[in-house]
């Protein structure tokens, strides 16, 4: 597949210097990722786990991860991977907004565009992955796409998550964004993060031919730290907010839509011997973080945590799990065999609820409906069986085929570096 999008790449009317793709006197792979960030940190922990993959060997890569959250600087930054975050941009009921400067919204499309195409003019990636969207937010993307197809050096990849929303509503919103224009004009290959088994976008939203020619499967991506067999858990940090209890974990994303589940959690009896976690996200409406602090308060066994930068941590130490069902949060709870009760978003997208049917249906979570949510139904379920999924009913090789697909594209054989190795 990789040799026929290079291929066709070749073919296409692209004016080139004839650099090749990895350029001869670096040392290191460079690649960048993009990710848009106007609801929640999905698209950035997803950027972040690949970035941490592509960073370390065999890949070895240098990687610039392009973030539209400023929450990118409290997680890990590992030896390779550095960020460059934008001014933020927020998706209310209304549209788009400025999350914080008092600017237009074509003032900051302007800024962030003319940021990103700064950066990797300077950067000058080997690779370029963007997630979920084929234009950036609000098509920011296009003149630094139309400059990297210019020059020729850059192997562009559009990355999709397994699930984007309901077939209709994707079809409608890939042709008003001309998608597949861009998906022609711009990228090389699409890598789709999931399990075709489980949900298979080019069959679900009707895409092209020519389009489909450019997918490639990963599988959905695993998580460090998973309990395998041989495997070194990650020592316990000082001054960790997680409790040396046994606890239940219940954990809303960004939290920017979370308030009825972490309101339900915290009013909920735990049973005995069991603690609680609420992990509320940075994006929680500031009057529902000061209620919950409240119970919190009334409850020696609750623990309320506003964000932290080891929430897979938190979900390997948990009993068990009661969550929304974005892309990281399923992956995460599924790849560590957590038992799992979904409460996904039903709107404004049907992501959440198409991923957990499908889960669901496969053994790997039980799933409660938001109109059907209530403390007691959670109390029902913390005292009902709790059964681990079974990992193995899924393809979970995401980490390990984006890495190979790099090497194949960037083989790390530059002469330099073949000295620095020895």
């Not at 392009?66 to 929450?71: D, P, T």
């Not at 409290?74 to 788009?96: N, Q």
């Not at 139309?146 to 077939?167: A, Q």
């Not at 940075?282 to 919190?296: A, G, K, N, Q, S």
Request: hydrophobic fraction near 40%.
């Amino acid at each position: 597949m990789l040799q026929h999008c290079l291929a066709e790449r070749a073919e296409r009317p692209i004016r080139s210097t004839g650099r090749r793709a990895m350029t001869p006197t670096r040392s290191r792979p460079r690649i960048a990722l993009y990710s848009h960030d106007t609801v929640g940190l999905g698209h950035l922990r997803r950027n972040l786990l690949i970035a941490e993959t592509l960073a370390a060997s065999p890949v070895e890569a240098s990687v610039l991860v392009v973030a539209g959250s400023a929450e990118a600087n409290v997680f890990a930054r590992p030896r390779g991977v550095d960020y460059l975050t934008l001014p933020g941009i927020s998706k209310e009921c209304a549209g788009y907004e400025a999350r914080s400067l008092d600017v237009s919204l074509h003032e900051l499309v302007r800024l962030r565009g003319q940021t990103i195409r700064a950066a990797l003019d300077g950067f000058e990636p080997d690779l370029f992955i963007v997630d979920k969207v084929p234009r950036g937010a609000i098509a920011e993307l296009n003149p630094t796409l139309r400059e990297l197809r210019r020059r020729g050096r850059t192997f562009c990849v559009l990355g999709l998550r397994d699930v984007l929303d309901e077939p209709e509503a994707v079809r409608r919103e890939w042709e008003a964004l001309r998608n597949e224009e861009a998906i022609h004009d711009f990228y090389d290959a699409i890598w789709v993060y999931g399990d075709p088994n489980v949900y298979d976008p080019v069959r679900e939203y009707g895409l092209s031919v020519e389009v489909a020619k450019k997918v490639r499967y990963l599988g959905y991506f695993d998580r460090p730290g998973s309990d395998k067999p041989g495997e070194l858990r990650a020592p316990r940090r000082r001054n960790s907010p997680i409790p040396e209890e046994r606890f239940v974990l219940c954990t809303v994303g960004g939290g920017q839509d979370g308030a009825a589940l972490a309101l339900a959690f915290a009013s909920a009896r735990l049973p005995d011997g069991l603690h609680g976690v609420l992990l509320t996200g940075p994006f929680m409406p500031e009057e529902i973080r000061r209620d919950l602090h409240r119970l919190e308060a009334k409850q020696s066994r609750l623990h309320v945590i506003d964000l932290t930068n080891e929430p897979t941590e938190l979900v390997r130490r948990a009993e068990r799990v009661i969550a929304m069902a974005g892309y990281n949060t399923a992956c995460e709870l599924v790849s560590l065999e957590k038992p799992t009760l979904f409460v996904p978003r039903v709107e404004p997208r049907r992501e959440q609820w198409i991923r957990a049917e499908r889960f669901a249906q496969l053994g790997l979570a039980d799933i409660c409906l938001p109109s059907e949510l209530t403390p007691a139904r959670i109390e029902a379920w913390l005292a009902g069986p709790a059964p681990r999924p079974d990992r193995s009913r899924i393809d979970f090789s995401g980490r390990e085929r984006i890495r190979d697909l790099v090497l194949e594209l960037l083989p790390p054989c530059a002469p330099e570096r073949r000295i620095l190795a020895t």
